[in-house]
């Protein structure tokens, strides 16, 4: 017979389970300090803003997206729309070119960055913002984001993104962790330890790219590049919860994990590019948020890696007492109360029970702090369904990352 493992399985629970509860209660703490900060400061001054959307073979979705821009709550001589056509092969530009009020250029493919860069070139806002071309933005989405740089040390500023297609059950479950993502990073934000600006409206300060350059061109996780390059400047990013964007997230498994595999890449790249944030410099960022995350990355593939090989022995070994004892003492065995029952008494119970608990609080949370207009009760099937499958998926999205990273067949 193989051997037991579960005193190793045993050792990996208390410890992720310390660090969940940490992690947790420090996020708690947040909270209760800052329940009156979660919605955006009032404008003191309206800034000139010119919104950049990229686009390549977008054409199902450019008109809406462009439309929604166009419906924004904001001063029209104040407001600039670029459209940069990546050298699509559909009618994008066509349809793009058919709106009027708004700039559009045609280039050639080089890539989202480089179209980014093209849209910088021609801009003339205070304030530059990136609009994915699959995504809309809320008519007062503007106005709640311009009034966190008052302050100078703010670079930039992405909005409250949401799922906009909701369909199947991978698109529900992506909208129950979208939901916590963004109240993560709205708790994370109030103590500045924010790293990313998704590109699903994000606001950038004009003269950051004068001072420390554009997109990188090389980068396929251009968003977490340009932020970690901002944060390295000394300044900070914040989070608008309630300046509301929607963005359609993949709708089949194939096409999710096509993007988990290009953000873990790019996590990996610029984690090791930027591993120098990881000090008392960049507050608690530095001491705390970062090390935290890569912690957290580590203990999914730890203790998910431990499942998969146990769960193997568990296996291999039932099937070696079913061949000398037979069937009948294994099911009745199984049957056996103790068996049943035992998990409920033990203390990694406890930890689960508490887990869980931790995570609905935060889920109705995220329902209150970011402004969602669905109850969190309506949200509680997909929330038990996440959390039953949201760390295998974490676990294979990682395996094929290191799988593709191996081959060096990362295309998008």
Not at 46 to 61: D, E, L, Q, R
Request: aromatic share 16%; glycine share 6%; charged share 20%.
């Amino acid at each position: 017979m193989l051997p037991d493992l579960g005193s190793i399985g045993l050792i990996l629970i208390y410890i992720i389970a310390f660090i969940t509860l940490f992690s947790g209660f420090y996020m708690v703490s947040i909270i209760f300090e800052n329940t009156k900060n979660y919605s955006s400061p009032k404008p003191k001054k309206i800034y000139s803003a010119s919104i950049i959307v990229p686009v390549h073979n977008g054409s199902k979705y450019i008109t809406e997206c462009i439309e929604s821009l166009l419906k924004l709550n904001y001063p029209k001589d104040k407001l600039e729309i670029i459209v940069v056509d990546d050298g699509s092969t559909d009618d994008s530009f066509k349809k793009a070119k058919a709106i009027s009020g708004i700039k559009v250029y045609r280039k050639k493919h080089e890539g989202k960055s480089a179209a980014l860069n093209y849209g910088i070139r021609k801009a003339r806002g205070e304030l530059i913002g990136i609009l994915d071309a699959d995504s809309t933005v809320d008519k007062n989405a503007l106005m709640k984001i311009i009034g966190f740089f008052e302050d100078p040390k703010v670079g930039a500023v992405h909005s409250g993104m949401r799922t906009k297609n909701r369909k199947n059950l991978l698109e529900k479950l992506q909208e129950v962790e979208y939901l916590l993502s963004l109240f993560l990073k709205k708790t994370y934000s109030l103590v500045d330890g924010l790293y990313i600006t998704p590109g699903v409206f994000s606001i950038y300060r004009a003269k950051i790219f004068k001072e420390i350059g554009s997109f990188d061109t090389a980068e396929f996780s251009e968003d977490l590049e340009i932020s970690m390059r901002i944060v390295s400047q000394g300044y900070i990013l914040k989070c608008a919860a309630d300046a509301i964007t929607y963005t359609n997230v993949p709708s089949t498994f194939s096409d999710l994990k096509r993007q988990r595999v290009r953000w873990n890449s790019g996590l990996i790249k610029n984690m090791k590019r930027y591993s120098f944030l990881m000090s008392e410099k960049y507050g608690e960022l530095g001491y705390y948020i970062l090390p935290m995350m890569i912690i957290g990355h580590i203990g999914i593939l730890v203790f998910f890696s431990y499942i998969s090989i146990d769960a193997i022995f568990q296996l291999i070994n039932t099937l070696y007492l079913i061949s000398i004892s037979g069937l009948t003492p294994f099911l009745s065995n199984i049957l056996h109360p103790k068996f049943s029952f035992g998990f409920i008494q033990s203390t990694v119970f406890f930890y689960a029970a508490l887990t869980t608990l931790l995570g609905l609080f935060f889920l109705q949370c995220s329902e209150k702090y970011c402004f969602y207009r669905k109850s969190s009760l309506a949200l509680l099937p997909q929330y038990f369904v996440y959390l039953f499958v949201g760390g295998f998926a974490y676990f294979y999205f990682w395996i094929a990352t290191f799988y593709t990273i191996l081959r060096r067949d990362i295309k998008w």
